[in-house]
Each structure stands twice: as C-alpha cells, then as structure tokens.
C-alpha cells in the first residue's frame, strides 16, 4: 500500500502531534545514597546526574556481526566531590568519592562512568537497607 507524498507527511505530522513530548538529554539535580563497606549507614546527597530522552535508530535490516550503538543520555564533563560518611567505626576511612555530572549529551554508553544497564538500581538505593541473614 502507498500513499500519495502529501497523505504520508500529514499522517507523519498527525502522529507527532499527538505524542508526549520527552524531556531531552539534560542535567537535573538527584539525591544519592552514599555508603562504604564497613561503615553502617548510608547517607543520601544531593548531586546533578544526566538524564532524558535520546533519538535511536534501530536498522530493518540486521547484519551479522555488524555494531549497532544506541546512544544514551550521558556525561559530557563531569567533577567528583568528596564526603565524609559519618558512623564510619575506627580503622575504616569514611571517605566517599562521588560524580557530579557538569553537562550532558547523547552519546555512546561508557562503561567506565555510566551504569549501562537496562535495568538499574535507583540512585538512591542503599545495599544496608537489606536484611542479611546468617
């Protein structure tokens, strides 16, 4: 079935219309949960994280072999800060190193900075808030 140009790009435009706009790749502030081993409790700032929206293509055509990168919203420049956990018992260094995202973009997901997976843990999940059982 085809359309005549003029009915496609009214239908294409009808489409857009309707749909919500995405909020795009950009900087907003998150609260964090920062916890250590050794020290008991967690203890949640305030930083700024990349988040949003970033246009994908996915081919038709899937070639073996071939790469095919998606790109995410994610750090362009970044900083980190430091925070001194308090409860941390004697002997063990209640020194946490933290990112603070300075600007963003669409880009390809790097696994050194970036939690690429697609699922993740919420930023402010803490691993003490789980019972551990002996």
Known sequence: LRH???VFASLCT???SHMPALPPC???NQTVSLEKEGCPS???VETTICSGHCITKDPVIKIPFSNVYQHVCTYRDLSYKTFELP????GVDPTVT????LS????RCAMDT???TFESLQPDFCMNDIPFYY
């Open 14 to 16: 009808l489409m857009h």
């Open 26 to 28: 950009q900087l907003i």
């Open 87 to 90: 409860d941390c018992p004697p």
């Open 42 to 44: 967690c203890h949640p």
């Open 114 to 116: 970036s939690d690429c």
């Open 98 to 101: 933290y990112p603070v995202a």
């Open 4 to 6: 005549p140009p003029k």
């Open 104 to 107: 963003c973009h669409c880009g």
